[in-house]
């Protein structure tokens, strides 16, 4: 069977009885085509369907057909499910919407060449504000992820991490918890900020204090989270739960507890955030906060790509709220 034929400019400019250089003009609003034309123009487009293509109208505007994405970088991150997820979100949108990926890796202090990108996606602003502000002034348009960004105006999706920390002390006061610890995320950066907030209120909510032992810094290295957890258990009297500000490091929390014969959820319950699918494959499967990062990277290159086609009005500001998903790495305390 043959395949239909996708109806191209050619066709709405014979049904309208224009040339193709007047559809043009009417699909990449160019003031200059008489109302008599728009009318038959946009007649043809829709009865036939029409979808003008991306790659078209960017070059029709002079625009650049490539997206940047900027990614901070730390120890790693090839390693790092977050980094991953988000790599593969917007790659797969790049590939879906036929858009040249430029991929850089910053330590937030070079400057970035902007003038082969038509719009560029941050991850997160760590030590690189500067190269956003940059980038925003060139008038390059640009999407933050994972930040949600209060003193620019700029387009960001992001978590609210604050609700994400509140979640996972909530559920963990529910089954009885008192003695709750928290391993930090990196407080450099607004998620380790955001999360550690979001559980330090809940706490003081309803215990009244959060005491410094019981708060541990780490940086979403799994090496800092053995030192952490190693620190927890030598306590007097260490903690009956224990909330790791990423997945990586709430198995590694895992894996410290497992080597010390402490069993998870009978003698200690671990709670995570992130929902990365290793989480699954263990001796005990972990209950985590999901957060959808493949599919927030996704929508930041779909509606960056429309900004620049001029689709969408800037600024585009949006906050996912993370779930709980409750597994078997949490219980009711044996011991208060």
Same mark, same amino acid.
């Given at each position: 069977?043959?395949?239909?034929?996708?109806?191209?400019?050619?066709? &709405?400019?014979?049904?309208?009885?224009?040339?193709?250089?007047?559809?043009?003009?009417?699909?990449?609003? &160019?003031?200059?085509?008489?109302?008599?034309?728009?009318?038959?123009?946009?007649?043809?487009?829709?009865?036939?369907?029409?979808?003008?293509?991306?790659?078209?109208?960017?070059?029709?505007? =002079?625009?650049?057909?490539?997206? /940047?994405?900027?990614?901070?970088?730390?120890?790693?991150?090839?390693?790092?499910?977050?980094?991953?997820?988000?790599?593969? =979100?917007? =790659?797969?949108?790049?590939?879906?919407?036929?858009?040249?990926?430029?991929?850089?890796?910053?330590? /937030?202090?070079?400057?970035?060449?902007? $003038?082969?990108?038509?719009?560029? &996606?941050?991850?997160?602003?760590?030590?690189?504000?500067?190269?956003?502000?940059?980038?925003?002034?060139?008038?390059?348009?640009?999407?933050?992820?994972?930040?949600?960004? $209060?003193?620019?105006?700029?387009?960001?999706?992001?978590?609210?991490?604050?609700?994400?920390?509140?979640?996972?002390? @909530?559920?963990?006061?529910?089954?009885?918890?008192?003695?709750?610890?928290?391993?930090?995320?990196?407080?450099?950066? *607004?998620?380790?900020?955001?999360?550690?907030?979001?559980?330090? =209120?809940?706490?003081?909510?309803?215990?009244?204090?959060?005491?410094?032992?019981?708060?541990?810094?780490?940086?979403?290295?799994?090496?800092?989270?053995?030192?952490?957890?190693?620190?927890?258990?030598?306590?007097?009297?260490?903690?009956?739960?224990?909330?790791? $500000?990423?997945?990586?490091?709430?198995?590694?929390?895992?894996?410290?507890?497992?080597?010390?014969?402490?069993?998870?959820?009978?003698?200690?319950?671990?709670?995570?955030?992130? @929902?990365?699918? @290793?989480?699954?494959?263990?001796?005990?499967?972990?209950?985590?906060?999901? *957060?959808?990062?493949?599919?927030?990277?996704?929508?930041?290159?779909?509606?960056?790509?429309?900004?620049?086609?001029?689709?969408?009005?800037?600024?585009? *500001?949006? &906050?996912?709220?993370?779930?709980?998903?409750?597994?078997?790495?949490?219980?009711?305390?044996?011991?208060?």
């Amino acid at each position: 069977m043959n395949k239909k034929r996708r109806v191209g400019i050619e066709d &709405v400019a014979k049904r309208a009885g224009v040339s193709i250089t007047t559809v043009s003009r009417v699909i990449n609003h &160019v003031p200059t085509v008489s109302p008599r034309n728009q009318a038959k123009v946009e007649e043809a487009i829709a009865a036939l369907n029409y979808e003008p293509d991306a790659n078209a109208q960017r070059l029709a505007r =002079g625009l650049n057909n490539a997206i /940047g994405f900027v990614m901070p970088g730390y120890p790693g991150i090839f390693y790092s499910f977050y980094a991953v997820e988000l790599i593969r =979100g917007v =790659g797969h949108a790049c590939e879906t919407l036929r858009l040249d990926l430029v991929f850089h890796i910053t330590n /937030g202090f070079n400057d970035l060449n902007t $003038s082969s990108v038509g719009g560029i &996606v941050f991850a997160d602003i760590i030590e690189n504000r500067r190269q956003i502000e940059a980038a925003s002034a060139a008038g390059i348009p640009c999407m933050v992820i994972n930040n949600i960004v $209060s003193d620019m105006m700029i387009n960001y999706i992001g978590i609210d991490n604050v609700a994400g920390g509140r979640t996972a002390a @909530d559920y963990l006061i529910q089954l009885g918890h008192k003695r709750i610890a928290i391993i930090t995320g990196n407080l450099q950066t *607004q998620s380790g900020q955001h999360r550690l907030e979001g559980f330090r =209120g809940r706490i003081l909510d309803s215990f009244g204090e959060l005491s410094d032992e019981m708060c541990q810094e780490g940086d979403y290295s799994r090496r800092s989270a053995r030192i952490a957890t190693e620190k927890l258990l030598e306590l007097p009297n260490p903690p009956t739960a224990i909330f790791a $500000s990423s997945d990586d490091m709430a198995l590694e929390v895992l894996a410290v507890l497992n080597e010390r014969g402490i069993k998870v959820p009978d003698d200690m319950s671990v709670i995570g955030f992130d @929902d990365n699918p @290793d989480s699954l494959y263990g001796q005990v499967s972990l209950t985590t906060i999901h *957060q959808p990062l493949f599919q927030m990277a996704e929508e930041a290159v779909r509606m960056l790509n429309a900004i620049v086609l001029q689709k969408e009005k800037q600024p585009f *500001q949006k &906050v996912l709220i993370p779930e709980l998903v409750v597994r078997d790495s949490c219980a009711a305390p044996k011991r208060i």
